[in-house]
């Protein structure tokens, strides 16, 4: 059958190069990067045909070590592939399947494979496996005891399998960062927060914990909040795109007064305003002394909330990386910026902003830095997981690549 399938040449002169790496007697640790949507060389997207092709060439391979084929055309048949490669080939650790069109029946597959395997990280991003994949990923994680990172944002989970996981979770002691991003929830009553608060209460391994659209509002926060105060663990924090306001901040705020692991929050795209602001910047200025970087990109935040976090930076010195980008900048907002960064305080990669002047006014402009900006796609130049634009990564490295 390999003779007769057609070859698709992407996969071809990727192997191509695999095969001249190792014959440079190179140590194991490969990573092979099939990603469908590289615009530097032509791209065939691979689909489940090739990987069937490319399952079976690497399970003898003992030089590859991870496996990126985000943005392809895998499907649930090519699902059924992936689970052969990780019977076969013992040595992956690192597993990208973001956006292959998977469905519940290849999420169940994969779920059931990983009850015994050595992969360490699985990024099952934008497959929509729903409710139905999700509990059986949730059911893995009772027997599993390698996998240390699980990515299932925009899986269209529903909230049987998000309380499945955070029920999992009290007991599981091998998980360290979980990314369960934009489940399909429905209701007001935050069922969600409530067993993932109870979660972290139990939980003593967790370090990353993402939930980004969760159409959370200050209640759910306050869950989340209350568990952290019993929590030693956690070090970053996502709640972006939710439907935080500045009442919310007064819960966080209390928080950072007494936390020292929490290093990353992002509290990007909510709406904490300039009260918000206010709050944590108090906290900042006179208190915490373990957070390193704040994100509060898009959150209606004036002049005045904006200058008070700048002015937390002079007195907190171990907050070093902080995104402001999105909101509503006056002079006082740029001169402000622009002195931390002149002055050495605020380094201008830890930033999103970056002063000029015209006419003898400070303005600022946008950069391409932040916590996570290389989570759905990388450049076309440059390095890809570079730390300026991966902050939050590089600050708590707990997953290979993103």
């Not at 029920?167 to 927060?193: D, H, M, W």
């Not at 994100?295 to 990386?321: C, D, F, P, R, Y």
């Not at 995104?323 to 605020?346: H, M, P, Q």
């Not at 303005?363 to 830095?369: C, H, I, M, Q």
Request: net charge negative; aromatic share 8%.
């Amino acid at each position: 059958m390999e003779k007769s399938q057609k070859i698709n040449p992407f996969l071809l002169h990727i192997l191509h190069e695999v095969d001249e790496e190792s014959k440079k007697g190179l140590e194991k640790g490969i990573t092979l990067n099939l990603s469908g949507n590289n615009r530097l060389i032509p791209v065939e997207r691979v689909t489940s045909e090739d990987f069937w092709i490319l399952s079976r060439i690497l399970k003898k391979n003992p030089y590859v070590n991870g496996l990126d084929v985000r943005y392809n055309l895998l499907k649930d048949v090519g699902a059924y592939y992936v689970v052969k490669l990780l019977q076969k080939q013992h040595n992956l650790i690192y597993l990208n399947l973001m956006f292959n069109d998977i469905g519940p029946e290849g999420g169940e597959l994969i779920a059931k494979a990983l009850h015994n395997t050595t992969l360490k990280y699985l990024r099952m991003t934008g497959n929509k496996i729903e409710n139905k994949g999700g509990m059986f990923f949730a059911a893995m994680l009772q027997i599993n005891s390698s996998l240390e990172t699980l990515d299932l944002g925009d899986c269209d989970l529903g909230m049987q399998s998000v309380i499945a996981f955070a029920t999992v979770l009290t007991q599981n002691q091998a998980i360290k960062g979980i990314n369960l991003n934009r489940p399909i929830l429905y209701g007001e009553q935050e069922e969600s927060t409530v067993h993932i608060g109870h979660m972290l209460k139990e939980n003593h391994c967790l370090v990353e914990l993402h939930m980004c659209k969760h159409n959370m509002k200050n209640c759910g926060l306050k869950q989340l909040c209350d568990a952290l105060y019993l929590n030693s663990n956690l070090r970053y924090l996502d709640v972006s795109c939710n439907r935080i306001t500045c009442d919310g901040m007064v819960f966080l705020a209390d928080v950072l007064r007494s936390s020292t692991t929490l290093e990353v929050i992002d509290l990007s795209f909510n709406r904490i305003e300039n009260a918000g602001a206010s709050y944590l910047s108090k906290t900042l200025s006179s208190h915490n002394r373990s957070l390193k970087a704040l994100s509060v990109v898009s959150n209606n935040i004036e002049g005045e909330g904006l200058v008070a976090l700048s002015q937390s930076m002079k007195t907190n010195t171990t907050l070093s990386h902080i995104y402001i980008w999105g909101n509503k900048f006056d002079e006082a907002t740029c001169v402000a910026y622009s002195d931390l960064i002149d002055t050495g305080r605020l380094k201008p990669d830890s930033t999103d902003v970056e002063p000029f002047v015209v006419d003898g006014h400070v303005y600022l402009a946008e950069v391409s830095n932040g916590l996570k900006k290389h989570y759905y796609w990388t450049p076309a130049y440059g390095e890809a997981y570079n730390h300026s634009s991966n902050a939050g990564f590089a600050l708590v490295p707990v997953g290979q690549h993103l």
